[in-house]
T-cell receptor, first 111, second 113 residues
Framework: KNEVEQSPQNLTAQEGEFITINCSYS?????LHWLQQHPGGGIVSLFM???GKKKHGRLIATINIQEKHSSLHITASHPRDSAVYIC?????????????FGEGTQLTVNP | KAGVTQTPRYLIKTRGQQVTLSCSPI?????VSWYQQTPGQGLQFLFE???????NKGNFPGRFSGRQFSNSRSEMNVSTLELGDSALYLC????????????FGPGTRLTVT
């Protein structure tokens, strides 16, 4: 069993739909990252969370430390949101920036 | 502010050869981490350097090594290349480490034939 699991693995939506991607982890963490990877490989950090909720534009990320679960929401989805979304955690006993990654969610938003 | 740069962007090597990849972090960032991404294993942590010292190491064989220079630029080296080393190698920099946002470079695509 992976330490970080994401669901769904693949997600297809119509433009304008509300999207949720889930991430569950089995270890104690100090922080959780949501990353976006476009074709070609470039990775952008969307959020870093250690508690609560963060919002940036149409993106919202939440985390429940007790339940070891985080969600990434995209409101009013757009074709340019099509990408792979990756959840990554920093384990509590780790100093520095050692990230453990989920397998990613491939999101396709159709016009 | 310039982003994280990686050189070269693409590389083709033959089995048994060695390769050196370079990563220049964002100015002021002292932590540089390296990751390997393959279709089969996904993203995996290789190692992290902070102030010229290796602070964390992933579960990779000793053929994978790295270093960091006083200007925070980092290099990783893979010796005796194997076909399975074909991957996208990404580096990321952050100001200090764990509690700070990671900024990723564009990656180096290594193909081993």
């Amino acid at each position: 069993k992976n330490e970080v699991e994401q669901s769904p693995q693949n997600l297809t939506a119509q433009e304008g739909e509300f999207i949720t991607i889930n991430c569950s982890y089995s270890v104690g963490i100090s922080a959780l990252h949501w990353l976006q990877q476009h074709p070609g490989g470039g990775i952008v950090s969307l959020f870093m969370l250690s508690s609560g909720k963060k919002k940036h534009g149409r993106l919202i990320a939440t985390i429940n430390i007790q339940e070891k679960h985080s969600s990434l929401h995209i409101t009013a989805s757009h074709p340019r949101d099509s990408a792979v979304y990756i959840c990554a955690v920093i384990e509590q006993e780790t100093s520095g920036s050692r990230l453990t990654f989920g397998e990613g969610t491939q999101l396709t938003v159709n016009p | 502010k310039a982003g994280v740069t990686q050189t070269p962007r693409y590389l083709i090597k033959t089995r048994g050869q060695q390769v050196t990849l370079s990563c220049s972090p964002i100015s002021g960032h002292r932590s540089v981490s390296w990751y390997q991404q393959t279709p089969g294993q996904g993203l995996q942590f290789l190692f992290e350097y902070f102030s010229e010292t290796q602070r964390n190491k992933g579960n990779f064989p000793g053929r994978f090594s790295g270093r960091q220079f006083s200007n925070s630029r980092s290099e990783m080296n893979v010796s005796t290349l194997e076909l399975g080393d074909s991957a996208l190698y990404l580096c990321a920099s952050s100001f200090v480490g764990a509690g700070y946002e990671q900024y990723f470079g564009p990656g180096t695509r290594l193909t081993v034939t």
